[in-house]
């Protein structure tokens, strides 16, 4: 079911909280990507210029000690004040009579960022206590961050019991896209999966091969996938326990008619690094000290083919070891395949997003989500806790 948004509440003069997802990367004290920041101003301006007091919540990394200031929410408090053009406040707390008072004395229109939320313990339990704390500064509740939509904390399920809660609008268009690439997608249908773990991807793997035409595998999982079908791949990554379930989906894929891609080649080096000294080998002939490092030129030119005739096309995880200059040639390729192919298309997951970005063809792509696990867990078939709490349209 489609979720109420903002526009489906009076939020004139009210005090509005919004979990945002502001886990940006900072190096040096600097903001290197402030995209998640753009991409949550659409809900953002619209409360303002409906006249409400808007109340920003959002965590940043996996803080170890209280307040510690690297994990501070600071320099996200500057970079969203340039964008939106207009003062922003950073309370000094999450919750408490200082942060409270503050909430209170928001004029409307006015902004105020709290600190990071997982600053306190209290918000991975989702704590009943501190939920109801988070409530108090607010009159309405409004989840915009999709990307942590899958985990139910105290600032993305917990609040949402006890204020008026709706959706803004990077969830709900989130919800919209991969609802419809599940449900209603032109065919052929093509998922690309990479990344380094098949435990990870088990699910998004059995929901997508009762949907999609085909499915193109890279990274560690492709590694466990050809284990399975009896290739050696000397020292390279794969799961050893993965291998049983990497051959039963084999055997699923060949009996729903689903065109299965692996790699025929690779590139192999004896150390995975900045500086490694690589070949090209085929997927029967990696040497027994040869590490697969990302997928080979015939694989790329193979994928590209089987992307050029697809009408809709999901990809998630990269197909090597992309940060790496040596082994990032694959993933940008298949980013590069994907933009070209005209089909409608959806890429979600961190390292899939910089080869997009990497490869300059963010602008070709139809659906960047903001979600990593989040957009797994959605193509998995699971229940989101972050969205299934809001009331439906």
């Known amino acids: 079911m489609a979720k109420k948004t903002v526009r489906d509440i009076d939020v004139r003069g009210k005090r509005v909280l919004v979990r945002v997802d502001f886990n940006v990367p900072i190096k040096d ?10 991409e949550a101003l659409p809900t953002i301006e619209y409360l303002l210029g409906e006249g409400a007091r808007v109340i920003l919540v959002s965590h940043l990394g996996r803080p170890k000690a209280p307040f510690a200031p690297e994990f501070s929410l ?14 922003v406040k950073l309370a000094p707390d999450v919750v408490g009579p200082e942060v409270e008072r503050m909430a209170e004395e928001l004029r409307p229109g006015e902004v105020l960022l709290l600190e990071n939320v997982r600053y306190y313990p209290e918000e991975t339990k989702n704590d009943p206590d501190f939920a109801a704390r988070l409530a108090r500064l607010a009159d309405v509740y409004v989840n915009d961050a999709f990307g942590t ?51 990870d991807k088990i699910g998004v793997i059995e929901n997508l091969l009762k949907r999609v035409d085909a499915l193109l595998v890279g990274g560690g999982i492709a590694n466990t996938f050809l284990v399975a079908r009896g290739y050696e791949v000397g020292q390279s990554l794969y799961e050893p326990e993965g291998v ?45 000290d040869g590490r697969i490092g990302d997928i080979g030129p015939r694989t790329r030119e193979l994928y590209r083919e089987r992307l050029q005739g697809a009408r809709t096309i999901v990809w998630n ?29 959806v890429v979600g997951g961190g390292d899939s997003l910089a080869a997009v970005k990497l490869a300059g063809v963010e602008d070709k792509v139809s659906h960047l989500s903001t979600g990593g696990g989040a957009t797994l867990e959605f193509l998995e078939g699971k229940e989101l806790p972050g969205i299934a709490v809001l009331p439906d349209a």
């Open 244 to 288: 049983e379930v990497a051959r039963r989906l084999l055997h699923e894929a060949e009996a729903r008619g689903v065109d299965l891609l692996l790699p025929v080649d690779a590139v192999v080096a004896t150390e995975i690094s900045e500086t490694a000294e690589t070949q090209v080998v085929p997927v029967d002939a990696v040497p027994a």
């Open 149 to 199: 939509a899958h985990r139910a904390h105290a600032s993305t399920e917990g609040v949402a019991r006890l204020l008026p809660s709706v959706s803004g609008f990077l969830l709900a268009r989130e919800v919209e896209v991969l609802r419809h690439v599940l449900e209603q997608p032109e065919h052929p249908f093509v998922a690309i999966l990479g990344g380094a773990k098949i435990a």
């Open 29 to 38: 004290g600097a903001i290197t990507d402030d995209r998640r920041i753009r």
């Open 74 to 87: 600071a320099p996200v408090r500057a970079r969203l004040e340039e964008l939106l053009g207009r003062p």
């Open 317 to 345: 995880g990269p197909m090597g070891v992309f940060e790496l200059p040596p082994f990032a040639e694959g993933t940008i390729a298949v980013a590069r395949a994907v933009a070209e192919s005209g089909a409608y298309s």
